[in-house]
Structures are given as structure tokens and as C-alpha cells.
């Protein structure tokens, strides 16, 4: 069974740089597997930041970026800000009209 | 503006049926894809499925055959259908809207449905 791994937690400090990764339990990640990156705070539904790897969802600010590293997909946020601090999930296609999440990552910002 | 809009919480009990539906104001249904996502309390999303008008309807394995999601045109609503639920189903549930190769562009704002005897 596929599973897509995402870090449990990372901290980052205010004005930072800090990378996140979604990967795949069953091999390398690839552009045809169109990562899709998403934002939560608590309480509030998911907001879309990246789809398709690395293009921004309208009204996202260039400071968060996305790309394929290592085998996984990659969000980037250069410039971490204290509203930055949020839950942060990916998505993958594996195939046969089958998308899965990871299992989020909580991003602390301190 | 699009918007998606889905109803309050709900109740249900333990083998009852989950019957959801979301509301498109201000566009179409047609030509994008429609998918249902939910989270537990405290957990992770979970994609359950999604149906794109005119073309196959997917599911994820893990609702092992219990879900179904169908549309309305006449109406512009969404539905999700989830048989023989258990307390394992309790979740926000989302109806979402996405595009070729993207899996979510625009977000409704959930609804709580819990499962408890």
C-alpha cells in the first residue's frame, strides 16, 4: 500500500528559510505525479498554495515555492513569518484517478 | 465568484448513512473535477473520491466500496453518499473543486459530521 510521507514537525525561526518534503513510500516523486501543497490553521479549511508542482494558487506571495528534490517534493518558504505557522499538507497522483495525502506537517515558526 | 457552500454539522449513528451536499454558487459544475476530502479530529486529509462530468468516477480503496458521489446539473449541487458508517467516519468532510492535474483549486468550509451511539 502506498503511503505519502510528509515530516510530523519543523520549526523554523521568524525571517528564515525552511524546507518541506512529501515523499512516496513506494519510490521517487515526479512531475507527473502533480504535487499539490496545502495550508491550515486550526479551524479553518485548507487553503491551496502550490499545485503541479511549483505553481502558486492566486494571492499566494512568491516567498513559497515548490519543486521536486531528492526524489520528493519540496515546499519552500524563504522569509518564514509569524502567520506562517500552520499545518501544511501534500497531495500526490499515484495513479488509476487515485490521489493520496500526506499526513501533515506542523510548522512552528519561533 | 465561486463559492462552495455545504451545511451544518450532523449527527449520525453507528451503520446509519452519511449524506452530504455542497452547493455551487456562482458557477458550473461542468468541466472541472469535484472531489470529496475529509479530516478527523486532530488528523490529516483524506481524499475519499472525486467525479468529473462526462467521465469516470474515482474513489479511494480505503472506503471499500461503501461511498458514492454523485451531481446534480439542474441544480449546481454535489453530493457524497457514505454507507454503514462507524466512529471511525466522524470528520469534517469538504467538497473541493479541481482541475485537470490539479487536485484542488477551491475549498468549501467543511461540515462536522460525527458518529456516536
Known amino acids: 500500500q502506498t503511503v505519502v510521507t510528509q515530516e510530523p514537525s519543523f520549526s523554523v525561526s521568524p525571517g528564515g528559510t525552511v524546507t518541506l518534503t512529501c515523499g512516496l513510500s513506494s519510490g521517487s516523486v515526479s512531475p507527473t505525479h502533480y504535487p499539490s501543497w496545502f495550508q491550515q490553521t486550526p479551524g479553518q479549511p485548507p487553503r491551496t498554495l502550490l499545485y503541479t508542482t511549483s505553481s502558486r494558487s492566486s494571492g499566494v506571495p512568491d516567498r513559497f515555492s515548490g519543486s521536486i528534490v531528492g526524489g520528493k517534493a519540496a515546499l519552500t518558504i524563504t522569509g518564514a513569518q509569524a502567520d506562517d505557522e500552520s499545518d501544511y499538507h501534500c497531495?500526490?497522483?499515484?495513479?488509476?484517478?487515485?490521489?493520496?495525502f500526506g499526513g501533515g506537517t506542523r510548522l512552528t515558526v519561533l | 465568484q465561486v463559492q462552495l457552500q455545504q451545511r451544518g454539522a450532523s449527527l449520525l449513528q453507528p451503520s446509519e448513512t452519511l449524506s452530504l451536499t455542497c452547493s455551487v454558487l456562482?458557477?458550473?459544475?461542468?468541466?472541472?473535477?469535484w472531489s470529496w476530502v475529509r479530516q478527523p479530529p486532530g488528523k490529516g486529509l483524506e481524499w475519499l473520491g472525486e467525479?468529473?462530468?462526462?467521465?469516470?468516477?474515482n474513489y479511494n480503496p480505503s472506503l471499500e466500496g461503501r461511498g458514492t458521489i454523485l451531481v446534480d446539473m439542474s441544480k449546481n449541487l454535489l453530493f457524497l453518499r457514505l454507507t454503514f458508517v462507524t466512529a471511525a467516519d466522524t470528520a469534517v468532510y469538504y467538497c473541493?473543486?479541481?482541475?485537470?492535474?490539479?487536485?484542488?483549486?477551491?475549498w468549501g468550509q467543511g461540515a462536522l459530521v460525527t458518529v456516536s451511539s
Open positions: 473541493a473543486r479541481g482541475r485537470s492535474k490539479v487536485l484542488i483549486e477551491l
Open positions: 456562482g458557477g458550473s459544475l461542468r468541466g472541472y473535477y
Open positions: 467525479i468529473h462530468i462526462g467521465s469516470n468516477t
Open positions: 497531495t500526490l497522483y499515484v495513479g488509476d484517478g487515485i490521489w493520496l
